[in-house]
């Protein structure tokens, strides 16, 4: 599958699939990034959610979204993890989709890429 | 060091016109009653649906930053042809830089080309299958 994006839609991909590179809306000198990635079929990430697909929203605070989030009654499925390049947290949407939330850290993110050496697609 | 610079300015130039993808322009999804999903989205996630009942998120083209871009998200009704042949619950629309370059490589290439390239004033469209058969809607978007 990133074979043939690669070879056809000439995304830069690596072994997680790819990051697009672009810049933000509200301030041009920040960057911005978003993964793409297809998934084994078989894959247990996209549970409990039954779909065939599930989207990465980036947010801002995170930490404030989640307590309303709870207030308001929406399932929460995991808790936040924390690593250098944003914050994490799974929940589940009206209809069954599972949703990733993640407050990026775009600079640490970049450089973590670089460290590995991907090429993003832009 | 002349050979580098040209590299560089080869990769960052805006008048790049390699057939490819460039960006998200895209992401549409199916949904069993899409005023509530939307309406969801609004209430617990902050989404502002517009005055045509969308939602879309903008960013900046990398080598472009002068120009905004939206990504379009829509749940489209259970069942929607617009997805079909394509029998995945999702499809994603993917922006893309000289399309008539692409779509005659992809010709080429063997790829199933769903229909003829349509042009608006937001730009232009045409449907292929991926290798697994989701459908997929290329755009480039009018400069």
Same mark, same amino acid.
Request: net charge negative; charged share 30%; proline share 4%.
């Given at each position: 599958?990133?074979?043939?994006?690669?070879?056809?839609?000439?995304?830069?991909?690596n072994q997680y699939g790819t990051v697009?590179?672009?810049?933000?809306?509200?301030?041009?000198?920040?960057?911005?990034?978003?993964?793409?990635?297809?998934?084994?079929?078989?894959?247990?990430?996209?549970?409990?959610?039954?779909?065939?697909?599930?989207?990465?929203?980036?947010?801002?605070?995170?930490?404030?979204?989640?307590?309303?989030?709870?207030?308001?009654?929406?399932?929460?499925?995991?808790?936040?993890?924390?690593?250098?390049?944003?914050?994490?947290?799974?929940?589940?949407?009206?209809?069954?989709?599972?949703?990733?939330?993640?407050?990026?850290?775009?600079?640490?993110?970049?450089?973590?890429?670089?460290?590995?050496?991907?090429?993003?697609?832009? | 060091?002349?050979?580098?610079?040209?590299?560089?300015?080869?990769?960052?130039?805006?008048?790049?016109?390699?057939?490819?993808?460039?960006?998200?322009?895209?992401?549409?999804?199916? /949904?069993?009653?899409? @005023?509530?999903?939307?309406e969801w989205y609004a209430n617990n996630?902050? $989404?502002? *649906? !517009?005055?045509?009942?969308?939602?879309?998120?903008?960013?900046?083209?990398?080598?472009?930053?002068?120009?905004?871009?939206?990504?379009?998200? /829509?749940?489209?009704? @259970?069942?929607?042809?617009?997805?079909?042949?394509?029998?995945?619950? $999702?499809? *994603? !629309?993917?922006?893309?830089?000289?399309?008539?370059?692409?779509?005659?490589?992809?010709?080429?290439?063997?790829?199933?080309?769903?229909?003829?390239?349509?042009?608006?004033?937001?730009?232009?469209?045409?449907?292929?299958?991926?290798?697994?058969?989701?459908?997929?809607?290329?755009?480039?978007?009018?400069?």
């Open positions: 599958m990133r074979e043939w994006y690669r070879t056809h839609l000439g995304l830069n991909t697009f590179e672009w810049r933000q809306a509200t301030d041009s000198s920040k960057k911005g990034f978003s993964q793409w990635s297809p998934f084994g079929e078989k894959t247990k990430y996209f549970e409990p959610s039954t779909k065939d697909f599930m989207i990465n929203y980036r947010v801002e605070n995170l930490v404030a979204l989640v307590g309303a989030l709870k207030k308001e009654g929406v399932t929460i499925t995991d808790t936040m993890e924390t690593y250098d390049y944003g914050k994490f947290i799974h929940i589940m949407d009206i209809e069954g989709n599972k949703i990733e939330l993640w407050e990026p850290n775009d600079v640490e993110y970049e450089k973590l890429g670089k460290q590995l050496g991907s090429q993003t697609t832009k | 060091m002349e050979e580098q610079k040209k590299q560089i300015d080869k990769s960052t130039s805006p008048v790049d016109t390699t057939p490819k993808v460039t960006g998200i322009g895209g992401i549409f999804f199916f /949904s069993d009653d899409t @005023k509530e999903t939307k996630l902050g $989404f502002d *649906i !517009n005055e045509w009942g969308t939602v879309s998120f903008e960013y900046r083209d990398l080598n472009k930053p002068e120009e905004i871009i939206p990504l379009q998200w /829509s749940p489209f009704k @259970k069942g929607s042809e617009y997805f079909a042949p394509s029998k995945k619950e $999702f499809m *994603i !629309n993917y922006r893309v830089q000289n399309i008539e370059g692409l779509v005659n490589k992809l010709k080429e290439n063997g790829v199933t080309i769903l229909d003829d390239i349509a042009t608006y004033d937001y730009g232009k469209f045409v449907h292929i299958m991926d290798a697994e058969d989701n459908k997929i809607e290329l755009w480039e978007p009018v400069n």
